[in-house]
Nanobody, 126 residues
Framework: QVQLVESGGGLVQAGGSLRLSCAAS????????VGWFRQAPGKEREFVAA????????GYLDSVKGRFTISRDNAKNTVYLQMNSLKPEDTANYYC???????????????????WGQGTQVTVSS
């Protein structure tokens, strides 16, 4: 049974930092690309960042480039999202998702991801 479990969310002031973690089990982690998506109340889910199976390729939403960094540790079956210089508009529920792919091109399309976590809430106060 595949499980993705997010952690690290919370309440932070604007300008602060958080590091989200996504711990995977029940799959051969090194075969999977992983993405982070977010959804704010009343808004559609949007792509935030993704990383290829090897960690060699990454992709980011334009509004988070230079502030967020995605990384992975395949020995720990974990993907991280380091979020710096947080803004109130980053407030959302953040989800990690996995798709089996050996491509160096990461996907920004949520429907291409087969497995999803339950999400972790990030709230940025102004």
């Amino acid at each position: 049974q595949v499980q993705l479990v997010e952690s690290g969310g919370g309440l932070v002031q604007a300008g602060g930092s958080l590091r989200l973690s996504c711990a995977a089990s029940g799959l051969t982690f090194s075969r999977y690309a992983v993405g982070w998506f977010r959804q704010a109340p009343g808004k559609e889910r949007e792509f935030v960042a993704a990383i290829s199976w090897s960690g060699g390729s990454t992709g980011y939403l334009d509004s988070v480039k230079g502030r967020f960094t995605i990384s992975r540790d395949n020995a720990k079956n974990t993907v991280y999202l380091q979020m710096n210089s947080l803004k109130p508009e980053d407030t959302a529920n953040y989800y990690c998702a996995a798709r089996e792919s050996r491509s160096t091109i990461v996907s920004r399309i949520s429907t291409q991801y087969a497995y999803w976590g339950q999400g972790t809430q990030v709230t940025v106060s102004s």
